[in-house]
Structure formats: structure tokens, C-alpha cells
């Protein structure tokens, strides 16, 4: 076999044993962490169906009204939760705000089609609609990256060496960037969600890493009253935030990138594969 | 101003105006499509609530349990829809599923962690995870080109010219994947899900673009029965998918910022800018 030949084989054999290895040890870890606490909640809510089924017949329409606030808010958002029929989910603020959740790929879900017309639009809407936020994080990236550039150059003209300017550019990047995009917006999300600081990490990686599970989403507590234009600074943060973590998800591509060549090559030296 | 600059802030102006038009028009689309759908159903929903509301102490139990089955179908997953307890949402296939959504960026969020533990891990396996997936996919998305290259020396060796060639391949890519990835899928999920043939080409759209509302999640109907290793044939539909949808967007993104540099170039020698 050529050595060119085999080299790219034990590239790819390392890359696919070292993504299913992830995943596993992933897969276990999250087993683990949350096997527990689900159990207990799984067994509260039959406990209190166990309960509710016994004596239903005697309760008061109140009572009733707070079983069914108590599910909902274990569950997600049904559609016939507000008795209001005349607000719509889909008004103008929200279509929008859900047209940004399709064309970044966040996809929260808390709100999608429900008609085949609406489906089929939104197939179509993200086609061209995905590409587009592409080009739009470029440019928006290349913004950010041309701040790192100016630091470059003034601790050049300072005099400093090339490699330590590397350096402290790249931490540079780092550091700002997880203080303006991840750590300051926790803070804020903890002051007008009333969630914990880690919940606050969580959700705001969780979205700008376009994972967007849906399970937390801002602006939507029932009970809670949000500052008019809450929702632009949103999207101010997450437009940024999402070419921040573009540009972040790339040096990491690039460091395993490098790592895998390296390893395969020593691999190579002890093998003479 | 200079000529480069003046041209730089253009595109950048025009491809502002372009991405919120195209957020704006879609916003508008979905709201003409789906209020009227979500206004019935929220009626409904307030029907049946009302309804439910005024008989409850003469409801059985198995009325009961017929309104909670209902209420759970137009809702979603809430822990205890399940009356078995011993059952976990994070059995070993599910956490392995799971941490395929987030490693992907799909995250269709059925299941999520609820523990600050599970959060936090989650956020650190989606940091090196993505990435991870990232060079795999890269890695299968050159196992896909080479395929078209392949086809395209074959064509030139019979002589074709250059241009036909690559307008051969691009048709190609494009036909076959639609076919292998989108509409064949579809046709199966039509079998194996029971859903419309639209509702499984915007599922596979959804999954693939790494969208993931979670709206449609394959395997979870509690009524089917599924053959074993459907859960697998699905991953490895989705591995091979998001590679060749990557190239789809990445040879979209390429054709919009052409696009853009041709209409800022006939932009400028109109006004002269
Ligand atoms: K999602
Ligand atoms: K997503």
C-alpha cells in the first residue's frame, strides 16, 4: 500500500473511532447525570395523577384550574393553554422572531408549522435563507476578527514579538468574547428570566452554539414583565454572538485538524505502517 | 472616499437590506399561513377546556384518562405521561441519540438535561463536540465529492468539454442528493411514521439543515411498532445527510456572495459611486 494511501485510512479510522468514542462517552455521562432526577420527577408526577384520579369528583373548578397550570408547566406550551383566543402565537413579533430561529438554525421549536402550506414555505424559506445567514455571519465575522487585527498591529508597533502577539490576540479573542457573549448575558438573563447563573450559561450557549433546544427561550414567562425592546437587545446579542462562536467553533475545527495530523504522523514513525 | 471602501460598505449596506427583507418577507408569510390553523385550534382547545371544566365531578376515570391522553397529544412529552416509572427517557440508546443532537447542532430538544450537572456538561460537550463533528462531516463531504469528481474525469475522458462537464456533475450532486436524502427518505417515513409525504420531506429538511424543531422525531410514537436497526439506518442517513446538505449550503452561500459582487459592481458604474 502507499504510504500517502495508508495515512489517509488511518486518519479517517482514527477520526471515526474518536467521534464514536465521544458521543459514547457522552451518552453515558448525561445517562448518568440525569437517570436520577428524572426518575424522582417521573414518579412526583404519577403520584400526583395516582392522586388526582382518586379524587377528581370532589374538586373545585380552582383546584382543577391549578392541576392543569401545574401540568402545563411540567410539560411545554400547549396551544390551549391561554384562554385568551384572540392572541395569536404567530403575530407579527413572533413569526419574526421564529423566521430568525429557521434561517439560524437555532430551531428552538416552541413555535413551528403546523400547516402543510406552512411546512413545505418553511422548507424553502431556510433553503436560501440558511446560505444568506451564512454570508451575513461572514461579514459580521469579519468585523470581529478586524478588531483582533488592530490589537495585532498596535502591539506590533509597540514592538512586540510576532509569536506574542499571536498569543495575546488569540486570548484576546477568547476572553472577550466569553465575557461579552456568554458571561455578561448570563448575568442579565439571571436579573429578566429569574433563572440561575448556570441555567443563564447554559441557555446562552445552548442558542448560539445553534443547538437551540427550546427548553429555555427569553421573553416568554407568563408571570414576568420584560423592559420594551428586551427582544432587539436579544437579537443584537445572538446576530454577534453567533459569528463570535462561528469564528470560535473554526479555531477549534483547525486545532483538532492539526492534532489529528500530528498524531497520525508519530503514529507513523513508531509503525512504519 | 475611496472607490474600494465606498464599494465595501455597499455590499455590506445591500446585504443588510437583503437579510432582514428576506426575514421580514418570511415573517409574514408564516403568519399568513398558520394564524388562521392556530386560531381554530386554540378555540378548540378553550372549547374542550370549558367543557371539561363544567362536567368534571361527572367525568369517569377513564374519561380522565382520555382528556389527559388528548392534552399530552397536543402538548408534548411531559415526564409523566408514562405510567411506568421504571422506563427512562435516558436508557443508553436515548443518551446516545441525545448526544447526537448536540454534537450535530440538530438538538431537537424532546429530551434535554434538567440538572445544573447535566447543563453544564452539556455545554462542554457541545464546545469540543461540535468541532469534532464539524471535521467529520468534512471528512464525509469529500468522500461525497470525490464521487462527482470521479464522474466528472469519466465524462472528460469521453471527451465532453469542461463546462458541460461541471454543469453535468453540479446536476448530479444536486438530483441525486435530493433523491438519496430527501425524497426517498420521505417515501419511507410515509411507511414507518404514518406521516403525509410533505410532512417527511420537512422533517428530513428540518433534521438535515440541523433546524430541529423536534415537531417530528423519528421512533417515538408509542402505537408503532419499529423494526430493530431503524434507529440506526436513521443515523446514518442523517451522517451522510448533513455532509451533503453542508455542500449544498456552502455552494448556495457561494453563488449569493457572487451574486452580491456583481450587483455592487453594476451598482457602482450606474452611480458612479
Ligand atoms: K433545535
Ligand atoms: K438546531
Known amino acids: 500500500m502507499q504510504p500517502a494511501m495508508c495515512s489517509g485510512k488511518l486518519q479517517t479510522g482514527l477520526l471515526v473511532a474518536g467521534y464514536f468514542v465521544y458521543l459514547l462517552v457522552g451518552a453515558a455521562v448525561f445517562q448518568a447525570l440525569e437517570r436520577t ?6 414518579i412526583a408526577a404519577a403520584q400526583m395523577k395516582e392522586a388526582f384520579l382518586q379524587s377528581f369528583t370532589h374538586l373545585t373548578v380552582a383546584e382543577m384550574e391549578q392541576f392543569m397550570k401545574v401540568t402545563i408547566q411540567n410539560g411545554v406550551y400547549p396551544v ?21 430561529t429557521v434561517v439560524s438554525t437555532i430551531g428552538y421549536g416552541t413555535l413551528h408549522p403546523k400547516t402543510a ?4 414555505f418553511c422548507v424553502f424559506f431556510a433553503l436560501f435563507g440558511i446560505p444568506l445567514n451564512i454570508v451575513f455571519l461572514h461579514r459580521v465575522g469579519k468585523m470581529l476578527s478586524l478588531l483582533c487585527k488592530k490589537l ?43 433563572w440561575s447563573y448556570s441555567e443563564g450559561i447554559y441557555f446562552a450557549f445552548i442558542t448560539l452554539s445553534t443547538i437551540g433546544f427550546g427548553d429555555y427561550v427569553v421573553g416568554k414567562q407568563p408571570d414576568r414583565i420584560y423592559f420594551s425592546y428586551y427582544r432587539t437587545l436579544v437579537a443584537i446579542w445572538i446576530l454577534f454572538g ?25 503514529l507513523h514513525q513508531i509503525g512504519k505502517c
Open 37 to 42: 432526577a428524572e426518575k424522582q420527577e417521573k
Open 80 to 100: 390551549g393553554n391561554e384562554s385568551q383566543t384572540e392572541d395569536s402565537n404567530w403575530d407579527f413579533s413572533n413569526s419574526f422572531f421564529f423566521a430568525g
Open 152 to 194: 495585532g498591529k498596535f502591539l506590533y508597533e509597540k514592538g512586540m514579538r510576532k509569536k506574542k502577539i499571536k498569543f495575546l490576540t488569540l486570548l484576546f479573542f477568547l476572553a472577550t468574547g466569553i465575557l461579552v457573549f456568554l458571561c455578561l448575558p448570563s448575568l442579565f438573563f439571571q436579573i429578566t428570566e429569574g
Open 117 to 120: 402550506g406552512g411546512q413545505i
Open 242 to 266: 453567533l459569528a463570535w462562536i462561528a469564528l470560535l467553533f473554526n479555531l477549534l475545527t483547525t486545532v483538532l485538524e492539526d492534532t489529528e495530523k500530528i498524531i497520525v504522523k508519530d
